[in-house]
């Protein structure tokens, strides 16, 4: 059984950088494709980044495109999202994903087991 656990979350000002991590624990780690959400109060959880088992291909949202960087560490089980020039509507609970094994697809449905979320306040 697989357990996801983030952490690197906290309070910045506009413009700050964060990194998150994911651990995961199970097996075949290198094996499926991974995720980050996100779910700010009031609103639905939104696909922020995914990467391949291999980190061949990699997605981002549009609005986070350009400012996260999400990475992988197959040796030690971990995703990273870095998060640069951070705004205040990135403010939210970040959630580490697993997605599908040996399939790319990154759409939300094809994401079935999820960490507890790690907080992110982006405010002056």
């Known amino acids: 059984q697989v357990q996801l656990v983030e952490s690197g979350g906290g309070s910045v000002q506009p413009g700050g950088s964060l990194r998150l991590s994911c651990q995961f624990s199970?097996?075949?780690?290198?094996?499926?494709?991974m995720g980050w959400f996100r779910q700010a109060p009031g609103k639905g959880r939104e696909f922020v980044a995914g990467?391949?088992?291999?980190?061949?291909?990699?997605n981002y949202s549009d609005s986070v495109k350009g400012r996260f960087t999400v990475s992988r560490d197959n040796g030690n089980n971990m995703v990273y999202l870095q998060m640069n020039s951070l705004k205040p509507d990135d403010t939210a609970v970040y959630y580490c994903a697993r997605g599908l094994q040996l399939i790319a697809a990154m759409r939300p449905q094809d994401f079935s087991a999820w960490g507890r979320g790690t907080q992110v306040t982006v405010d002056s």
């Open positions: 990467i391949s088992w291999t980190s061949v291909t990699i």
């Open positions: 199970g097996n075949a780690f290198d094996t499926y494709t």
